[in-house]
């Protein structure tokens, strides 16, 4: 009998050792259930990462080609600049050179007034001489009239 009932011990000890078993693997069960949905939900939210990370870089590079466009862009306004900037300043050397020649005519012209401001004191004279040597010419006509015989 005493076989019996170790033999009943150790077939209750096995019984229990098995629910333990059984309540241990379906624990198991269900926490591998539940690293797999938290894998799943991972996997879900790595995937929208992604594919935010591929539309920043594509933003990334629509803004870097924008930029680029935006430095040739710049570069050529600059370029336009300088060109403007060279043309101006030629333009104000021709202006300075016209300035200088207008006032070298201005000077030219004033000598021309004077010239004919002395030429016309001049005429005069030469008309009152004129007038004075036609009254002569007439008083030596008269003089010599007297002496015709």
């Not at 938290?38 to 629509?62: C, Q, R």
């Not at 040597?133 to 030596?140: H, T």
């Amino acid at each position: 009998m005493v076989i019996r009932k170790g033999f009943a011990v150790v077939a209750n000890e096995i019984k229990a050792l098995a629910q333990q078993t059984s309540a241990a693997t379906s624990e198991i069960k269900d926490k591998i259930s539940t690293i797999q949905n938290a894998t799943n939900g991972s996997i879900t939210k790595i995937a929208e990462i992604t594919g935010v990370i591929n539309e920043v870089n594509e933003m990334v590079t629509t803004i870097a080609v924008t930029v680029e466009e935006q430095s040739s862009a710049t570069r050529e306004i600059s370029s336009s600049v300088a060109q403007a900037s060279q043309g101006i300043q030629e333009v104000n050397e021709n202006v300075t050179q016209t300035s200088s020649v207008t006032g070298e005519i201005a000077a030219d012209i004033a000598e021309v007034g004077q010239s004919s401001a002395e030429i016309n004191d001049s005429s005069s004279q030469v008309d009152g001489s004129a007038k004075q040597l036609s009254e002569l010419a007439q008083k030596l006509e008269d003089m010599v009239v007297q002496f015709k015989v």
